[in-house]
């Protein structure tokens, strides 16, 4: 794989660019497994970064994503808008257009978009949209813009895409609750893992999934939910394992609703980048039998994605 570039913008200080030269990893995948939260980013000399952006970040590029995976050894990917390049889809769209249908995408959109433009998205992959609450990241959208854009895209067969943390679920819920399409939750809605995975933050968050049917979580981002490491670096077999016990209590208790994703190129993180190789190794500390394995890595995501080839 080639190394990242800054591009035509300036990185965000502090920027940390995806680990290039990644692992090969021990455990391997099962046939058809489906990276399903991953980014683009630009290249910014092509796809310009948005101007409402909260961070600049390197490029990353389509190339680069699908060098990724097929040396990571999955089949396929499930490319998430990135909040730096807001409701431009162009970048993700190309990509998903470049795969030859081995890329889905999930767009963000403002309520101005025609109904053919979304007609236009699907066409491209698009299969869902993504809701982001994490103030760092957007500006306040108000929930009846929201809820409205959910009501459009339900009739297209999409689903909402949900980021929120873990404090903000009580004062989400009644929004979440009466969303009218199959709701994804990125990073198992961030827990703070100091708190145990018996923590009344955490309880809510399986009652929410319990209630509610149409709720799946992806068990991705241990290298953004770790707070003691030790970091998937250097080898490291057992990587941030202060994650394990609230990954594997979600895979264990909703089988059928739980998606997982590397997320490179790993936007925002401060104080390492994971080696994705080494990453792809923490999946089998969640999901420990061969049948979790391929509920999480092949059959959920193409039911969700891909349902004529399921
Ligand atoms: O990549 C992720 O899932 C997480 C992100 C970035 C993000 O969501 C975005 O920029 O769209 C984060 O926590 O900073």
Not at 28 to 34: D, F, I
Not at 264 to 271: A, G, R, S
Request: proline fraction near 8%; include cysteine.
């Amino acid at each position: 794989m080639s190394t990242p570039t800054t591009g035509d913008f300036t990185k965000t200080p502090g920027w940390l660019d995806w680990y290039s030269g990644p692992s090969r990893p021990r455990f391997q995948l099962p046939a058809g497994a489906v990276d399903a939260h991953c980014h683009v980013f630009g290249p910014g000399a092509e796809f310009p970064y948005a101007p409402e952006r909260k961070y600049t970040p390197c490029d990353a590029s389509k190339q680069q994503l699908f060098a990724l995976r097929d040396h990571l050894g999955f089949a396929r990917n499930v490319i998430v808008q990135a909040t730096c390049h807001g409701a431009d889809n162009r970048a993700m769209v190309d990509a998903c257009l470049a795969s030859g249908g081995r890329a889905r995408g999930v767009a963000t959109v403002r309520r101005s978009i025609t109904d053919d433009e979304l007609h236009q998205l699907h066409a491209a992959g698009v299969r869902g949209v993504r809701f982001n609450f994490v103030k760092r990241l957007v500006d306040f959208t108000p929930k009846d813009e929201l809820m409205e854009i959910a009501g459009r895209i339900a009739q297209l067969g999409w689903h909402v895409v949900i980021y929120f943390e873990a404090v903000d679920l009580p004062e989400l819920w009644d929004f979440f609750t009466a969303l009218p399409t199959t709701v994804v939750v990125d990073h198992m809605g961030r827990p703070d893992v100091r708190q145990g995975v018996e923590s009344a933050e955490f309880a809510l968050f399986l009652k929410f999934m319990r209630e509610h049917p149409n709720v799946w979580s992806k068990v991705s981002c241990p290298e953004r939910l770790s707070v003691t490491g030790p970091h998937a670096l250097h080898g490291e077999q057992a990587a941030y394992r202060d994650v394990v016990p609230f990954a594997r209590r979600v895979v264990e208790e909703f089988p059928d609703r739980v998606l997982w994703g590397t997320d490179w190129p790993h936007p925002n993180l401060k104080d390492h980048m994971p080696d994705d190789g080494l990453l792809v190794d923490f999946i089998p500390h969640i999901a420990p039998t061969a049948e979790l394995q391929r509920k999480l890595l092949v059959d959920n995501p193409m039911r969700l994605y891909w349902p004529q080839e399921a």
